[in-house]
């Protein structure tokens, strides 16, 4: 079986972080995965997830298994999350999955097997792996343009054209807020227009959301939904809690579907549960607990939502940082888009020469497309970086 394989290419974002560790270079910087790090250059546990890990292993009874779809009660405190007070009429399920990109993974499975024949849509560009986890579900993919790269914003003509040619019954994958690589968001009237495109259509929206709380707050990144609940449509939404929570490595996420009735609901979630329990029968408890805990308790949620509002001001400082850095070195090319550009990541205009080079030359890893990890700069390396930059200009 394995006689004569040739290595698979490396994973272009982790395949990075792989290489930055092996790299002797004590200046090396890390840019790539789309990890928080503090001012020191650690991805801190928070204080609010310590707290709720102490209350947990102590009135832990038992380690039997949780349900397909996880804790109801879980579900219950996502779906709060993602709708707040939003009349939703019992149309909405949740299941707990390993991390948003197991939520992904399930949502391709589960519109698989509900519409074997249907594609997903993703913008160009997308995360990298997006088309990975669904072609692995079998689906078939089509591009829709998003991203301008004259005026570093959403190319709203391209984007609304393309999506008028979607055919009924296909589905369209949208990052809700701090879209990855690009931090190019829709305006709350773009999304207002793609809600009225979606129900005049008869496609199914996947919201992707991944970085709750990385753009405005916690309320304000999942507003554009709304348009989407009060349409009365079907939809469907993967969170993570890896970024907002720092649960990266506890695998913490969730797969919500919205359906038009309480019936229609059940009816999709049960062929849900089927497709969770062919692939890993139920999930691992550790980080649902941990967010059951946080979002369950008042004083621990207040304690997250600073330590989630610290990281969102840090991340928003250093792209000042970089921005006022390369001006200050002379450079003639206009950055200040960095700052316009919301979440984790700028999609910086690097191109894969310049990336190279950093790469090869400084020990500064960039994903190839120039997408920056904003949260990998430190005030410990942003001259070092800035430099850098300025030098391949
Ligand atoms: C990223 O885009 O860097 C993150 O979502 C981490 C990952 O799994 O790629």
Redo the contacts with the bound molecule.
Sequence with gaps: MFENRQPAPPDS??GLTEAFKADPNPAKVNL????YKDPSGQTPVLASVKAAEARLLAGETSKSYLPITGDPAYGSLVQGMLFGEAALDNRVRTAHTPGG?GALRVGGDFIKAMHPDASIWVSSPT???HKGIFSAAGLKIEDYRYYDPVTHAVDEEGFFEDLARVPAGDVVLLHLCCH?PTGADLSSEQWGRLAGLAAERGFVPFFDF?YQGFGDSVEADCAPLRAFVSAGMEFLVANSFSKNVGLYNERTGGLSIVARSAAEADAAFSHMKLSIRTNYSNPSSHGGGIVKTILSDADLKTQWMEELAGMRDRIKEMRSTLVQGLAARGVGQDFSFIEKQRGMFSFSSLGDEQVRCLREEKSIYIVKGGRI?VAGILPGNADYLCDAIAGVL
């Design positions: 974002i982790l790539g995965v789309g990890v990109t995360w990298a792996n990855n991944a990890n």
